[in-house]
Structure formats: structure tokens, C-alpha cells
């Protein structure tokens, strides 16, 4: 079925990239929703199955997975409307251009998910950035080009530092006499790897994939991309892109957790965790960008995920939980600011205003939006940002934790008085003549988003949990 | 010989580190993947034939010409100014990447390993930094470029000295090559003249908060 999958979707985005007609187009982004659902059911109903020697559709793949699926159909909606109503200088080459590289991007995270071999998964990182930068560049102004050098400069020297972490975790699997190295055979022979090689490798991985996943310290590059990339792109590379650098993180440091090493890779991790929630606390509490503010705040998601990890116990279950709440709350966010824009035809917080006013339904998403991503009830990410604190308090890390919580308040603080800004207050200066009128219908996804990410938070299903539990036994 | 090849490698960067001129830099690449060439075809002896061929193919004709000589016409067309910019004299760029090299040396002679080359460990370090110190010290977009691709010189070096065991890493080192070269290169360097015309870093730094 992956086979399928990749050759249908490679397919689909030549003949994207080469078609100039406009239905045809639609309603082959149409054929490969379709085709990625069934990937997804397909995979889900056959878990563990090892396919093409590399994959396997191991608990922690299948998550994401059916996390990307489920957010790829609103984000694909939403492109094609940001397509039609949107731009007015879209030519056919360009629209092709940029639906032929979301469904690469689409596709290539999925394959990274299942993929059981560093290589693979290294290869598939590759291919993300290719699709990303496209996206990145859609508007072809120097503001994007700037953006996208960015991403591709950083994301080619973090590809490189993986590539290295590859190198030295081949000299450590040398020593053991293993040739083989995907990650189960990795973990399998834990106990007999050189640990001086791991630990170098180890710490390359990690920076490397830190570029994927937005934490210190190669985080910057990826909030200019969903800063400069249109709305739909950037909620992908929000969800998408940033579960990809969890996952390579994941899946090493699930070797890590079985040898000695350790306590020394939790403090990798508490360090970079930290100064991520640090870093997105300076940025959130001074910010007047509403897209880079969502971008930071993805920042700090992430650094508290990295902590539940660190902190273990029930933390790594917090982490994984929060991850696929994450995936569901933060491209709500970022397709209504599609609806923003179009009413204030600007990003900045000194130019918006009154948002109730304008667009009532597309507030409240705002607003609701507001509440889930900073982790207040009854948000789902309450529930996993609780687990976490807990986890922290367990392990001991109090200072850390009283630390975290008083960044947290200080976010919620900075966030806030932006939304509230945005939501409330009339803004100085505006043609009310000139704002369209946005169809309720267009939020409609945004509020399925929110609503499962609570539903997922305080009624999981059985299958669900499930999954999360599996993917923990990976680490403990 | 293959330490002999492997320490002019090491030269070169000191040569790099005082190098006033764009197409010095350039030689440099070209003398680099010239090196990179002889090295490949002595360490990895284990290789079957055509592998073999197809990374030494690589490297004479990405990293020692295709590469250098699309830079070149990069310079030429976007009449980028020749000179190199450097945010530092080039006395203490010399004495930066000599440490580098001196602290590769320190930090190899600590590892107690059988299975590895150090002479490949500590070239490929010091290219490593060496690159990363480019990038931060100099203040053009192609300049950064040269670090990023001394860096990738770097990998591919230690690339090799687990190359006859796991030729497959080898391959993977070639993959990153040719797709950041097309990536950074092709696709985008072509861009930038477009947009805008002086291919200076500090255009590109509006992004910020």
C-alpha cells in the first residue's frame, strides 16, 4: 500500500505541476485526500507491518499519521480557497506549483513517520524541505525569497548535522558488530553499543532535527517560513513538519533510554526545552506579528513536550498526547488567520481590531483558538500541559517547573493582550467599506479541529490511548 | 598517501582562512574535490566497481567542477564585488582556524577507539568548523555558501572512514551533495540575481521580531 501511495502520489503532483487547467487540478488534490484516507485506514488497520524493508507502521508512526490525514483535508480546503479568493496574480504554474508541493510535502511527512531506518527517515527530511521551500516561495517577492533562503540555508546545514549524527552512529554500531540500522535493531542491541560515538551521535541528531521540530537552537528558520509561506502552507509546516522533528527525536532518543546515557540525553533535552520556552516567552510577550506569535507559540508547545519527554513516567504519555492535540489546535489557528487577513489586509497588531465586529464566527475561532493553544480550559492541551507539570513535579524538576509555569503565565499574558487587541479593541484606522463579507461556512473546519482536539483530550477513545501507550513502551 | 592527501585538505583551509578573493575561494573548492577524488579512490577499496566509480564520478564532477564553475558564473553574472568581505582581519581568521585544527587534534587524541582513522576524524572536524566559521564571519550570501559547501567536504570526509564497511552512508553523503547544490544553487542562487542585485546578508534581514 506505501508503494502505492508514493507512486500515486508522485503522480498526482507531476501531472499538478504540469496541468494548466483549473478543475483538473482541484480534483486531483481531490483524488489524493482520497487516496492518503485510505493510506491511513489501510495502515491503521494493519499495525506493525514491516513494508520495503524500511517502513513499518509501528503505534508512534500511525499517530501522526492519522493526525497529518485528518488535518490534511481542511489545510488542502483551505489552500484552494486562499488560491481562489485570495491572490489575484495567481497564474496557473504558480497554483500548480503550490499544490503539486503540499501534496509532496503531505506524502513525504507521512513516509518519514512510518520509516524504520535513520536513513530513510533522513531521506524523506530532504524532501520536506524541497516541497517546503516551494511553498515558502509562493509570493516570489524579496520578503519570501528572504524566508525561504533562510529555511533552505538552516535546513541544509541541520540535514548535514544529521547526516553526521548518521556517520557516528554507524562507528557506534560498529564496535557492537551490527550492520544493520533501523531502529529496532538499534535498540535491540542497546547494550553493546560504543557509548563515547552514541552520545556524539545523539547530540548531532538532535540539533539536527531541531530545525524540523522549532527548538533551540535552530528554531529561527522555521518561523520565518510560516511567517512568509500563505496561510494553509504555514499550517502545515505548524503541524505536519513539526511532528517530523519529533519524531526523529523520539525514535533516538528511545535508544538513548535504554543505555546509560540516559540522564545525560535528559539534560540535552531539559536545556534546549527550556531555553525554547524562554526564547518563545521574550518573542510572545513583545511580538505585533499575529502569524510569527502563532509560529512562537509552536516554539513553546514544543518545549514543553520535549520537558514531558525528559521528565518521564507519565510525561512521555503528556508529550505524545500534546503533540497530536498540537497537530489539531495550531492549524485552526492558522487558516483563520487567512479570514484576518482578509478583512485588515495586514499582519500587524497596530493595524487590526474589532474583529467581533467584522466577522463574529471567525472570532470566536480566534477566541477559542486563543483558549486551546495556551492550554486553558477546557482546551485538550489543559489535560496534557497538566500531565506534564505532574511528570515534572515526580521527577523532581520543581525549579524548573515553578520556572516553566512562570514563563507560561507571562505567554498567556503576551498572547492574550494580542487576541484581545485583535478580538475588541477598535482598530485606528480602517475603510469598513472595503471588508468583504466572510461566509460562516468558511470557519466550519476550524471549529472540527478545536472540538476533536477537546473530544481526543477528555474522552479519548479506547484505540487512541491505546496507541499512546504503545508508543510510550518504546521508551519505558 | 591517503594522509598525505588528507593533510593538504587541512592546508587548504589555513589557505582558505586568508583568502582575499572570490575565486580563490574558488580554486580552493576545485583543489578540495581534486583531493577528495584521490582520497575516495585510495580509502574505499572494499567498494564493488561501480559504486565505486559513481562516488569518485560525484566528486570530480560536483564537487571540483559543476559546482565551483556554476559559482563562478553566479560572481560573473550577478557582478558580485570580488573581494571577500571578511568581518575579521585575516590574521585572526588564521589564527581562529588553526585553533580549530589544533583543538580537533586535542579533542581525537582522547578517543580510545580501533575503528576509526583519526587522521579522517580530525580533518573532517576541522572542516566542519572551519565551515560554520566562514559562515558566521563573512558577510556575503556566496561566502556562506563556500562555508556550507566546506562543510559538506568535511562530512564526506568522515563519510569515507566508515565507507568500506557501510558503503550505503557514502551514497547517502553523495545524495546530500547533489541535492543541496541543486537546492542552494540551482533552484534559489539563480533567484536571488533575479530579485534583487547586490547579493548582500544584510538585504536579507528584515524577517525579525
Same mark, same amino acid.
Given at each position: 500500500?506505501?508503494?502505492?501511495?508514493?507512486?500515486?502520489?508522485?503522480?498526482?503532483?507531476?501531472?499538478?505541476?504540469?496541468?494548466?487547467?483549473?478543475?483538473?487540478?482541484?480534483?486531483?488534490?481531490?483524488?489524493?485526500?482520497?487516496?492518503?484516507?485510505?493510506?491511513?485506514?489501510?495502515?491503521?488497520?494493519?499495525?506493525?507491518?514491516?513494508?520495503?524493508?524500511?517502513?513499518?507502521?509501528?503505534?508512534?508512526?500511525?499517530?501522526?499519521?492519522?493526525?497529518?490525514?485528518?488535518?490534511?483535508?481542511?489545510?488542502?480546503?483551505?489552500?484552494?480557497?486562499?488560491?481562489?479568493?485570495?491572490?489575484?496574480?495567481?497564474?496557473?504554474?504558480?497554483?500548480?506549483?503550490?499544490?503539486?508541493?503540499?501534496?509532496?510535502?503531505?506524502?513525504?511527512?507521512?513516509?518519514?513517520?512510518?520509516?524504520?531506518?535513520?536513513?530513510?527517515?533522513?531521506?524523506?527530511?530532504?524532501?520536506?524541505?524541497?516541497?517546503?521551500?516551494?511553498?515558502?516561495?509562493?509570493?516570489?517577492?524579496?520578503?519570501?525569497?528572504?524566508?525561504?533562503?533562510?529555511?533552505?540555508?538552516?535546513?541544509?546545514?541541520?540535514?548535514?548535522?544529521?547526516?553526521?549524527?548518521?556517520?557516528?552512529?554507524?562507528?557506534?554500531?560498529?564496535?557492537?558488530?551490527?550492520?544493520?540500522?533501523?531502529?529496532?535493531?538499534?535498540?535491540?542491541?542497546?547494550?553493546?553499543?560504543?557509548?563515547?560515538?552514541?552520545?556524539?551521535?545523539?547530540?548531532?541528531?538532535?540539533?539536527?532535527?531541531?530545525?524540523?521540530?522549532?527548538?533551540?537552537?535552530?528554531?529561527?528558520?522555521?518561523?520565518?517560513?510560516?511567517?512568509?509561506?500563505?496561510?494553509?502552507?504555514?499550517?502545515?509546516?505548524?503541524?505536519?513538519?513539526?511532528?517530523?522533528?519529533?519524531?526523529?527525536?523520539?525514535?533516538?532518543?528511545?535508544?538513548?533510554?535504554?543505555?546509560?546515557?540516559?540522564?545525560?540525553?535528559?539534560?540535552?533535552?531539559?536545556?534546549?526545552?527550556?531555553?525554547?520556552?524562554?526564547?518563545?516567552?521574550?518573542?510572545?510577550?513583545?511580538?505585533?506579528?499575529?502569524?510569527?506569535?502563532?509560529?512562537?507559540?509552536?516554539?513553546?508547545?514544543?518545549?514543553?513536550?520535549?520537558?514531558?519527554?525528559?521528565?518521564?513516567?507519565?510525561?512521555?504519555?503528556?508529550?505524545?498526547?500534546?503533540?497530536?492535540?498540537?497537530?489539531?489546535?495550531?492549524?485552526?489557528?492558522?487558516?483563520?488567520?487567512?479570514?484576518?487577513?482578509?478583512?485588515?489586509?495586514?499582519?500587524?497588531?497596530?493595524?487590526?481590531?474589532?474583529?467581533?465586529?467584522?466577522?463574529?464566527?471567525?472570532?470566536?475561532?480566534?477566541?477559542?483558538?486563543?483558549?486551546?493553544?495556551?492550554?486553558?480550559?477546557?482546551?485538550?492541551?489543559?489535560?496534557?500541559?497538566?500531565?506534564?507539570?505532574?511528570?515534572?513535579?515526580?521527577?523532581?524538576?520543581?525549579?524548573?517547573?515553578?520556572?516553566?509555569?512562570?514563563?507560561?503565565?507571562?505567554?498567556?499574558?503576551?498572547?492574550?493582550?494580542?487576541?484581545?487587541?485583535?478580538?475588541?479593541?477598535?482598530?485606528?484606522?480602517?475603510?469598513?467599506?472595503?471588508?468583504?463579507?466572510?461566509?460562516?461556512?468558511?470557519?466550519?473546519?476550524?471549529?472540527?479541529?478545536?472540538?476533536?482536539?477537546?473530544?481526543?483530550?477528555?474522552?479519548?477513545?479506547?484505540?487512541?490511548?491505546?496507541?499512546?501507550?504503545?508508543?510510550?513502551?518504546?521508551?519505558? | 598517501?591517503?594522509?598525505?592527501?588528507?593533510?593538504?585538505?587541512?592546508?587548504?583551509?589555513?589557505?582558505?582562512?586568508?583568502?582575499?578573493?572570490?575565486?580563490?575561494?574558488?580554486?580552493?573548492?576545485?583543489?578540495?574535490?581534486?583531493?577528495?577524488?584521490?582520497?575516495?579512490?585510495?580509502?574505499?577499496?572494499?567498494?564493488?566497481?561501480?559504486?565505486?566509480?559513481?562516488?569518485?564520478?560525484?566528486?570530480?564532477?560536483?564537487?571540483?567542477?559543476?559546482?565551483?564553475?556554476?559559482?563562478?558564473?553566479?560572481?560573473?553574472?550577478?557582478?558580485?564585488?570580488?573581494?571577500?568581505?571578511?568581518?575579521? /582581519?585575516?590574521? =585572526?581568521? $588564521?589564527? *581562529?582556524?588553526?585553533? &580549530?585544527?589544533? !583543538?580537533?587534534? @586535542? +579533542?581525537?587524541?582522547?578517543?580510545?577507539?580501533?575503528?576509526?582513522?583519526?587522521?579522517?576524524?580530525?580533518?573532517?572536524?576541522?572542516?566542519?568548523?572551519?565551515?560554520?566559521?566562514?559562515?558566521?564571519?563573512?558577510?556575503?550570501?556566496?561566502?556562506?555558501?563556500?562555508?556550507?559547501?566546506?562543510?559538506?567536504?568535511?562530512?564526506?570526509?568522515?563519510?569515507?572512514?566508515?565507507?568500506?564497511?557501510? /558503503?550505503?552512508? =557514502?551514497? $547517502?553523503? *553523495?545524495?546530500?551533495? &547533489?541535492?543541496? !547544490?541543486?537546492? @542552494? +544553487?540551482?533552484?534559489?542562487?539563480?533567484?536571488?540575481?533575479?530579485?534583487?542585485?547586490?547579493?548582500?546578508?544584510?538585504?536579507?534581514?528584515?524577517?525579525?521580531?
Amino acid at each position: 500500500m506505501l508503494g502505492i501511495f508514493l507512486i500515486g502520489t508522485l503522480i498526482i503532483s507531476s501531472l499538478l505541476f504540469f496541468n494548466k487547467n483549473k478543475w483538473v487540478n482541484y480534483s486531483l488534490v481531490g483524488l489524493f485526500v482520497v487516496i492518503l484516507w485510505i493510506f491511513g485506514i489501510y495502515e491503521y488497520q494493519h499495525q506493525n507491518l514491516t513494508q520495503f524493508i524500511f517502513f513499518k507502521s509501528d503505534s508512534l508512526g500511525l499517530l501522526l499519521l492519522l493526525a497529518l490525514c485528518f488535518i490534511a483535508a481542511p489545510v488542502l480546503f483551505h489552500a484552494f480557497r486562499y488560491i481562489e479568493a485570495h491572490n489575484v496574480d495567481e497564474t496557473p504554474h504558480s497554483r500548480g506549483l503550490f499544490f503539486a508541493a503540499m501534496v509532496l510535502l503531505i506524502a513525504a511527512c507521512c513516509a518519514a513517520y512510518l520509516s524504520n531506518h535513520i536513513a530513510v527517515t533522513w531521506f524523506f527530511v530532504e524532501i520536506t524541505t524541497l516541497s517546503a521551500s516551494a511553498l515558502i516561495y509562493h509570493h516570489r517577492n524579496i520578503r519570501a525569497l528572504e524566508g525561504v533562503w533562510k529555511y533552505v540555508f538552516i535546513c541544509a546545514i541541520s540535514i548535514t548535522f544529521i547526516y553526521i549524527g548518521i556517520l557516528f552512529l554507524s562507528l557506534a554500531l560498529k564496535g557492537a558488530g551490527v550492520e544493520d540500522m533501523s531502529f529496532d535493531s538499534i535498540r535491540e542491541h542497546y547494550d553493546k553499543l560504543n557509548l563515547f560515538w552514541l552520545k556524539l551521535s545523539f547530540l548531532f541528531i538532535f540539533t539536527g532535527f531541531t530545525a524540523k521540530l522549532g527548538l533551540v537552537p535552530m528554531y529561527t528558520a522555521g518561523i520565518d517560513a510560516k511567517d512568509k509561506a500563505p496561510a494553509p502552507a504555514g499550517a502545515l509546516l505548524a503541524s505536519g513538519l513539526m511532528n517530523l522533528g519529533f519524531i526523529g527525536i523520539y525514535r533516538m532518543y528511545a535508544v538513548m533510554a535504554h543505555t546509560p546515557l540516559h540522564s545525560w540525553a535528559n539534560t540535552v533535552i531539559v536545556i534546549a526545552a527550556l531555553l525554547s520556552v524562554f526564547v518563545a516567552t521574550v518573542y510572545m510577550t513583545r511580538i505585533k506579528n499575529i502569524k510569527r506569535m502563532f509560529a512562537y507559540s509552536g516554539i513553546e508547545h514544543m518545549g514543553l513536550v520535549m520537558l514531558g519527554l525528559a521528565a518521564g513516567g507519565i510525561g512521555v504519555y503528556a508529550a505524545i498526547l500534546h503533540i497530536v492535540l498540537h497537530t489539531l489546535i495550531k492549524p485552526a489557528l492558522f487558516l483563520q488567520f487567512n479570514q484576518v487577513y482578509w478583512v485588515f489586509q495586514s499582519k500587524s497588531i497596530y493595524d487590526v481590531g474589532n474583529y467581533f465586529k467584522y466577522n463574529k464566527t471567525g472570532a470566536i475561532v480566534v477566541f477559542l483558538g486563543f483558549l486551546s493553544a495556551t492550554g486553558m480550559p477546557p482546551s485538550g492541551l489543559f489535560i496534557s500541559e497538566f500531565m506534564i507539570f505532574q511528570s515534572l513535579f515526580q521527577a523532581h524538576y520543581i525549579l524548573i517547573l515553578l520556572g516553566v509555569m512562570l514563563l507560561l503565565t507571562m505567554i498567556i499574558w503576551g498572547f492574550g493582550s494580542n487576541i484581545f487587541k485583535l478580538l475588541f479593541t477598535p482598530p485606528i484606522s480602517i475603510d469598513e467599506s472595503k471588508i468583504p463579507h466572510i461566509s460562516p461556512w468558511e470557519s466550519l473546519t476550524q471549529y472540527i479541529l478545536l472540538a476533536t482536539s477537546v473530544y481526543l483530550a477528555y474522552n479519548p477513545p479506547a484505540g487512541f490511548v491505546t496507541l499512546i501507550q504503545d508508543a510510550v513502551k518504546l521508551i519505558q | 598517501m591517503t594522509d598525505i592527501l588528507l593533510i593538504a585538505l587541512a592546508m587548504s583551509l589555513l589557505y582558505m582562512s586568508i583568502a582575499n578573493r572570490l575565486y580563490t575561494y574558488l580554486r580552493i573548492l576545485i583543489l578540495q574535490g581534486i583531493i577528495l577524488f584521490g582520497a575516495t579512490y585510495l580509502t574505499l577499496t572494499n567498494l564493488n566497481i561501480i559504486n565505486l566509480l559513481l562516488i569518485m564520478l560525484e566528486t570530480i564532477v560536483f564537487k571540483a567542477f559543476a559546482v565551483p564553475w556554476f559559482m563562478n558564473y553566479i560572481i560573473k553574472r550577478n557582478k558580485i564585488t570580488r573581494e571577500a568581505e571578511p568581518y575579521l /582581519p585575516n590574521f =585572526v581568521s $588564521l589564527i *581562529i582556524v588553526t585553533m &580549530i585544527i589544533v !583543538s580537533a587534534i @586535542i +579533542l581525537s587524541s582522547s578517543i580510545k577507539d580501533q575503528n576509526l582513522d583519526k587522521t579522517f576524524f580530525v580533518v573532517a572536524l576541522s572542516m566542519l568548523f572551519t565551515g560554520l566559521y566562514m559562515i558566521v564571519s563573512r558577510k556575503k550570501i556566496i561566502t556562506h555558501v563556500i562555508g556550507y559547501l566546506v562543510i559538506e567536504n568535511g562530512v564526506f570526509v568522515l563519510s569515507l572512514a566508515v565507507g568500506n564497511e557501510m /558503503p550505503m552512508l =557514502v551514497n $547517502l553523503g *553523495i545524495m546530500l551533495d &547533489i541535492f543541496a !547544490s541543486v537546492l @542552494i +544553487l540551482g533552484i534559489f542562487f539563480n533567484k536571488i540575481g533575479d530579485v534583487i542585485n547586490d547579493p548582500d546578508v544584510n538585504i536579507l534581514s528584515h524577517l525579525k521580531d
